[in-house]
């Protein structure tokens, strides 16, 4: 069965009440197109989102590994499904690196979004140094072995999502080919992980994703769409990026 493209926003730390109407606009164009889009918005504007734009997939950006507790500042995936998320990033570089947060940690957040209903976004990738020294592929998929979630039953509700650290935000992208032979990389390892239904699960690329971009990356095998960050705050941007992914299914 063939895997059908999802394009999923990080709004990072953006987004007030002004930027709602940018979310409708998104919102509205993605009802036509040929591909799932998402947004992972600030977890104080998921539950206005679903509002303003019923019916189409709002997400958070991370999600606590426990149901609940003291653990001030922190949200469980009860909570984002209560404020009508779908799903969640998590173990972005950003977390990884700023919250000091382990493979193990992004592992149990998986696994208690996904147990939750929420679907998940899972994200690996390697640095500038680990890439110049060779060793970028045996690194990520490391990483991913690491933090993958256990007992999957609905393939279609994990994604992963290859990120160099090094392409985030920057305006740098690796070669084609250095994209097309990481996304194998990880087939292989998610097909290792879960058997026949490896297959079923998106490998999304991010890092500076842009309409310019976007269609030579859909091209490439086993990428089943993208993590875009900055280029996913305006709709006149994303929208093209949409656009490309539902011309190239
Ligand atoms: C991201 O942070 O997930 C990301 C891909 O950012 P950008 O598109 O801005 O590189």
């Known amino acids: 069965m ?11 730390m953006h987004g007030v009440s002004a930027d709602l109407a940018e979310i409708t606009s998104i919102s509205l164009a993605a009802e036509s197109a040929d591909t799932d889009v998402a947004l992972c918005l600030p977890a104080t504007l998921v539950e206005r989102a679903v509002r303003a734009a019923p019916g189409f997939a709002i997400g958070g950006q991370d999600v606590h590994q426990n149901e609940k507790g003291a653990h001030t500042g922190c949200i469980s995936a009860a909570m984002l499904l209560d404020a009508g998320a779908r799903l969640t990033i998590v ?5 990884r690196e700023a919250q000091g947060e382990s493979n193990a940690d992004v592992k149990a957040k998986a696994e208690a979004a996904l147990a939750a209903g929420i679907s998940v976004i899972l994200c690996v990738g390697e640095s500038d140094a680990v890439r110049e020294a060779g060793n970028a592929v045996e690194t ?10 256990g007992g999957v039953a609905n393939p279609s509700g994990f994604s992963v999502a290859y990120e160099p650290i090094w392409a985030i935000g920057t305006g740098k992208v690796p070669s084609i080919a250095d994209i097309g032979e990481m996304h194998s990389a990880l087939r292989e390892r998610l097909k290792a992980a879960y058997g026949e239904a490896g297959e079923q699960v998106r490998i999304l690329y991010g890092g ?3 309409a310019s971009n ?5 091209a490439v095998s086993d990428v089943d769409g993208a993590l875009v960050g900055g ?19």
Do not use: M
């Open 2 to 12: 063939a895997r059908r493209k999802l394009v999923a926003g990080n709004w990072k």
């Open 91 to 95: 173990g972005h570089s950003e977390r």
């Open 140 to 149: 990520v998929a490391a990483q991913l072995d690491a933090s993958i979630p």
């Open 208 to 210: 500076s994703v842009k």
């Open 214 to 218: 976007a269609a030579e990356i859909f």
């Open 231 to 249: 280029a996913s705050l305006k709709a006149a941007d994303f929208l093209p990026i949409v656009e490309a992914a539902s011309t190239n299914p």
